[in-house]
């Protein structure tokens, strides 16, 4: 039972590559080689000096139709973008002038109302009833002078018809 609380230390070495291999439970677990790598790294393939300097022109060149629509969609963005400024300012102007209107419109109304205020104020009704009976001769219609009328239907009065009696 003792043993098999305790666990088994296993170590593995490979002689020609220095990496050791430890064993602990179930788990098997790689340490680092303290000595360098002595196997000598294989060098990169290098691909022959004419097709590496063909390949650095062909990308870093521009051809006639790649330069030609490059400057049409430069122009195309250009005239939109003139044409955004264009109808931002006319926008601007406009709610300017709208701002401007709709302040003198503000400023009629109230000088409206308040002539309309002062038209109230010299309107005297005892006044205009002296004017009328005094100077212009007006007299007030006597009873019988009165004829009243009753609709029947539920249209207007037409002037123009004769009353009936």
């Keep these: 039972m003792k043993e098999n609380n305790k666990r088994k230390k296993q170590v593995t070495r490979k002689t020609?590559?220095?990496?050791?291999y430890y064993?602990?439970?179930?788990?098997?677990?790689?340490?680092?080689?303290?000595?360098p790598d002595l196997q000598p790294k294989?060098?990169?393939?290098?691909?022959?000096?004419?097709?590496?300097?063909?390949?650095k022109e062909r990308v870093h060149s521009m051809n006639f139709p790649y330069l030609v629509m490059l400057s049409v969609?430069?122009?195309?963005?250009?005239?939109?973008?003139?044409?955004?400024?264009?109808?931002?300012?006319?926008l601007t102007s406009t709610i300017k002038e709208t701002q401007k209107n709709e302040s003198k419109l503000e400023s009629l109304k109230n000088e409206n109302d308040s002539v309309e205020n002062?038209?109230?104020?010299?309107?005297?009704?005892?006044?205009?009833?002296?004017?009328?009976?005094?100077k212009l001769g007006m007299v007030y219609a006597k009873k019988n002078q009165v004829i009243t009328y009753e609709k029947t239907e539920n249209?207007?009065?037409?002037?123009f018809d004769e009353i009936p009696r």
């Design 23 to 35: 064993t602990e439970g179930n788990v098997v677990r790689k340490l680092e080689s303290v000595y």
């Design 42 to 55: 294989a060098p990169e393939k290098e691909l022959p000096g004419k097709k590496v300097r063909k390949n």
């Design 16 to 20: 020609n590559v220095d990496t050791e």
């Design 73 to 90: 969609a430069m122009v195309a963005v250009l005239g939109l973008c003139a044409n955004y400024i264009s109808v931002q300012s006319r």
């Design 118 to 134: 002062m038209i109230a104020t010299y309107v005297d009704l005892d006044h205009i009833k002296d004017v009328a009976t005094n």
């Design 155 to 159: 249209e207007y009065v037409r002037q």
